[in-house]
């Protein structure tokens, strides 16, 4: 079964830290671009972070530039987001979603349209 499965959501208290990994299971990432999403209850979902397979290049949308670090260890078949100096406005479900079709992260804003394979989501509060 082709799946990914998110991990590592929690409740932190401000200026806390979380590291969500995003772990891939009937298939390899390796050739995949890599995309992290949260949705705030109300909200629409947001692109946050993106990793490409061509170069390996990282986006980050700007409110999590310098907070969030996403990165991926292909030996664990895993990619994870590091996510440091977290603020109540962080508090989402947070999924990841993967596609092998293209080389490069698009813009961050319609990153969703391009990634087909999506997790279930794991859920960051941070309390202030």
Not at 22 to 46: M, N
């Amino acid at each position: 079964q082709l799946q990914l499965v998110e991990s590592g959501g929690g409740l932190v208290h401000t200026g806390g830290s979380l590291r969500l990994s995003c772990a891939a299971s009937g298939f390899t990432l390796d050739y995949y671009v890599i995309g992290w999403f949260r949705q705030a209850p109300g909200k629409e979902r947001e692109g946050v972070s993106c990793i490409s397979v061509s170069d390996g290049s990282t986006y980050y949308a700007d409110s999590v530039k310098g907070r969030f670090t996403i990165s991926r260890d292909n030996a664990k078949n895993t990619v994870y987001l590091q996510m440091n100096g977290l603020k109540p406005e962080d508090t989402a479900v947070y999924y990841c979603a993967a596609d092998p079709k293209i080389g490069s992260c698009p813009y961050l804003p319609e990153l969703h349209k391009y990634l087909g394979r999506w997790g279930q989501g794991t859920l960051v509060t941070v309390s202030s």
